[in-house]
């Protein structure tokens, strides 16, 4: 017998590089949170081409579900292939020009992240700032409105990095009259809490898929009102992004020709619909609910062991969790024994905050009172050691 | 027997999308290529979070196995979290600033699209171009470099509009001569064909997943040489993309604190590290000759239906076929036939060749002599019909 014989493998660069085995954990940080099977199933269907028919109909699809889940009407819905920074980016670039004024208010690391793309667009940055753990009084934005004629009023409707549910109707009406758009970063609230968007006159919306829609992370949910459509419409300069210039990715999303504009990322277009479809068959209203009900089954059993919540009651996010430690435990070791001995994701503190909160997310899939008994049940074993 | 209730569904909003069922396909166009099931399989991993340390060693496989695929030992090598155009933007962003000259090589769609993207960067850009299906001459670089003090050459290795591979050492030793920084598009070579990252003195180089790597579309594997992140370290003013800015991007992918700066696109990290790792398993010397033997094998029965090659030999690509249909018939009726009969996509021209040629394909998982025996056969079928 002759030596068996290898022609497909370069000894040199084979098998350097094992299989991967990841552990089975329980996300309950920031996001991503826990995917459903139905959406990893649909996820690994075999590929078709981002120019098929039948992919087109499912873009189609997806589209109309985004809609839904924004409660808008607005023709220019999609979502943007690239995570919810990307999202972020395409609201700004595609509505600011050099030289505009941009009214941002910021109370977290999402509203200083506006003020930086926005400067980067060339705008001029008004800021109205909270402090961290509060919202933005409308008054402020009212008396920033007296001093500037800003293009846009931007503003995180749940800042993930605090935990503050920020309130928008009012903010959105002064927008309106003050002749601006209104652009909100809806990137934790997205099937999370009551978010309409064209009730509230929102002009630029944008989200994630990894929060409470529970899809994978990498995709970014976005609209634009028909008058954000016509400000785009009016620019003098060319947007500076290539990537995110609405005026082409808008022929790839609707229109008769879908002009080839960039290779969707067509696996994870897969999975977002297969997400959208769960959250509808659920239901908005009742997402909301449950969204709610497990918040408040957590900070019961949390306050009990001497955690403590950030943010004053009527500003909490439902998903996104921001509580103090008991005196005496050290945050990282404690999230680290979760993570290490109980598979348990929570997320640390950023920005200002970094060390002194955790962020419990109870997001999409990961917002069910068993994760909650199986976090709260590690937490009096950790503490009572 | 009470009628069964169903209170976590809103009818109105139930029920109206369906589960969605794909066809078959096997693709052959200009990209996605066929996944492997050993890809989908990676990728259906239920998820764990970004910062999570089992996450980042995952990156860190990812970067090692990408540096080898590139040929390069640049540190500056990770994945963008977006597909190829996204990749580009990355390369041009990051070196370019308002004022810089770009010299750029243009002999197809995607060298028009550098061209755009260093426009939009503030860039006065140098254009040298080619008839599309014919490379570039290293003369005409020769020249252009005697006439502007560029700050980059950038050129598409593979231009996967017209099929055509360019020579590039020549062309990137008079750019390193001329004291500027070579930027290459890699979208369609990278795993396919030779490409030696540091040997040819390329000093920015961006690929896509989805073509002769095979996974799912939506990343873009990059490579920076020490000279690109100096000249990016030099910078007068701040990179316009606040996604794309390496700046902060890199700090995700390496150095001590693993900094967060956006959510990435985890299940699709997971399907590009298990792609990585068939490609290294198979050897890329391997794999190159095997893209050249099936390109080869397509030609000859190709030729022998009646279809010519567009570009002429010795500047073909293995992996993208681009053809001329036999005098009389239809491309877009055949390739609709193709399609919907035999499940075969095959990709039609772009830009300028749009409707006159074919983009065929054999790509990654997609370069088998299964794959050209059907699509061949099937030809036959309805040449014959």
């Known amino acids: 017998m002759s030596e068996p014989t290898n022609n ?11 299989e991967f085995n990841t552990s089975r954990r329980i996300l309950m940080g920031p996001g991503p949170s826990d995917v459903h099977p139905r959406v990893l199933k649909a996820m690994s269907t075999p590929l078709i081409g981002h120019l098929d028919p039948e992919f087109l109909m499912i873009m189609d ?67 109205v700032e909270s402090p961290w753990g509060e919202s933005i009084d409308p008054n402020q934005v009212k008396d920033a409105l007296q001093k500037c004629s800003p293009k846009i009023v931007a503003i995180v409707h749940a800042e993930t990095s605090t935990g503050v549910l920020q309130p928008l109707d009012e903010i959105g009406k002064m927008t309106r009259d003050a002749g601006a758009l209104f652009v909100v970063d809806a990137v934790t609230s997205f099937c999370g809490t009551e978010l309409k968007v ?68 067509v696996s994870a277009m897969f999975a977002m619909r297969e997400a959208l479809r769960i959250v509808l068959e659920e239901g908005l209203e009742n997402r909301f609910e449950r969204h709610w009900t497990n918040h408040y089954l957590l900070m019961e059993g949390i306050e009990e062991l001497g955690f403590k919540m950030l943010v004053k009651e009527g500003f909490r996010l439902p998903m996104l969790n921001s509580v103090l430690l008991p005196e005496g435990l050290d945050e990282a070791s404690i ?16 920005g200002a905050l970094a060390g002194k909160i955790w962020r419990i997310g109870l997001m999409g899939e990961s917002s069910s009172p068993n994760h909650i008994n199986m976090l709260l049940s590690a937490l009096k074993e950790i503490t009572n050691r």
């Not at 109309?64 to 995570?83: E, G, I, W, Y």
């Not at 999230?335 to 950023?350: K, M, P």
Request: aromatic share 8%; glycine share 8%; net charge negative.
């Open 61 to 127: 699809d997806i589209k109309k579900m985004v809609q839904r889940c924004f409660q808008t009407k607005n023709d220019l819905t999609f979502v943007v292939s690239a995570p919810g920074s990307a999202g972020m980016e395409t609201s700004l670039v595609n509505l600011l020009e050099p030289g505009d004024e941009a009214l941002i208010c910021i109370h977290g690391v999402f509203g200083n992240r506006l003020a930086d793309v926005a400067e980067r667009c060339g705008a001029t940055v008004i800021k």
């Open 8 to 18: 497909n493998a370069n000894s040199s660069e084979q098998a350097s590089v094992s």
């Open 198 to 265: 064209d009730e509230w006159g929102i002009d630029a919306i944008y989200s994630g898929s990894q929060k409470c829609l529970s899809a994978p992370p990498g995709l970014s949910p976005v609209s634009f009102s028909d008058r954000a459509v016509h400000a785009m419409e009016q620019r003098k300069t060319k947007v500076q992004s290539w990537f995110l210039d609405l005026s082409m990715v808008r022929n790839y999303w609707s229109g008769a020709k879908r002009a080839y504009h960039h290779t969707a990322p």
């Open 335 to 350: 999230r680290s024994i979760l993570l290490n001995e109980y598979d348990i994701e929570v997320g640390a503190g950023l």
